[in-house]
């Protein structure tokens, strides 16, 4: 079951890091396609929301890695769970139903590894 949580953990740090890097770099008008919802927020919210992306993958991988405050992992899956939780409450609000669906999975992931390393495969 480690083995398994560390490659989630890797999947889905670099899913959170490419979205984030993605935010963090790439003009919003480029982005606006991709991504519809913002064509309702401002840059500087787009860039807002890469930041807890990029520190979450980092989070989902560093900490335990390197034994330094492990605890930091199941934090920072919690942290991204959070985060999708917001992201879905957006997309049923604005009615997003294809947009909802990577959401809720992505959801179901991080809380998954949050749980898993908080209890019986914790730091």
């Known amino acids: 079951m480690n083995i398994f949580l560390w490659i989630l953990q890797v999947v889905l740090a670099a899913m959170f890091a490419m979205s984030g890097l993605e935010k963090a770099t790439q003009p919003?008008?480029?982005l606006i396609g991709k991504y519809p919802w913002m064509g309702d927020v401002p840059q500087a919210a787009v860039r807002f929301i890469a930041v807890p992306e990029l520190l979450g993958a980092i989070g989902l991988i560093v900490p335990a890695a390197t034994g330094?405050?492990?605890?930091l992992t199941p934090l920072a899956a919690a942290g991204l769970a959070i985060l999708m939780a917001l992201a879905a409450a957006m997309h049923i609000r604005r009615k997003e139903t294809q947009g909802l669906a990577i959401t809720i999975?992505?959801?179901l992931l991080t809380a998954f590894v949050s749980w898993a390393r908080?209890?019986?495969y914790g730091w």
């Open 28 to 30: 919003r008008d480029k």
């Open 68 to 71: 330094i405050a492990p605890i």
């Open 105 to 107: 999975v992505l959801f």
């Open 118 to 120: 908080f209890g019986p």
